[in-house]
């Protein structure tokens, strides 16, 4: 008989159900999936996202908070400056997962286009 893996939702114990929804809230908000997008291309400072997205300095250290909590940034000090980047880039699939539900869910409900 095959072992289900940890990371196998249906056989998640049940206590770890808040942690995944904790998760799924973090990544439930434009700002912290623009900034996931922006981390994509490689670990950037707040500064370089700061000149990226032109949001405030407070506004973005707030946002990639709440994403290192969730566990889906890294930050790494070098010198005088924090980097951050994606902590596990499997975050992706799940990302694309949703985009491509998404994209269904509109294709699905669009009226019929005229000709």
């Known amino acids: ?61 707030r946002h990639l908070s709440i994403l290192a909590r969730a566990g889906l940034v890294s930050r790494t000090k070098r010198g005088a400056f924090v980097f951050y980047g994606i902590a596990d880039t499997r975050i992706f699939n799940i990302c694309e997962g949703v985009c491509a539900h998404v994209d269904r869910v509109i294709h699905r409900y669009a009226p019929p286009t005229r000709r």
């Open 1 to 61: 008989m095959a072992t289900k893996k940890r990371s196998d939702f249906s056989a998640l114990p049940e206590g770890l159900l808040e942690t995944v929804a904790g998760c799924f809230r973090a990544l439930g908000d434009p700002t912290r999936l623009a900034l996931l997008r922006a981390l994509k291309e490689g670990e950037k400072t707040v500064q370089d996202l700061v000149a990226c997205t032109h949001w405030t300095q407070p506004n973005i250290s």
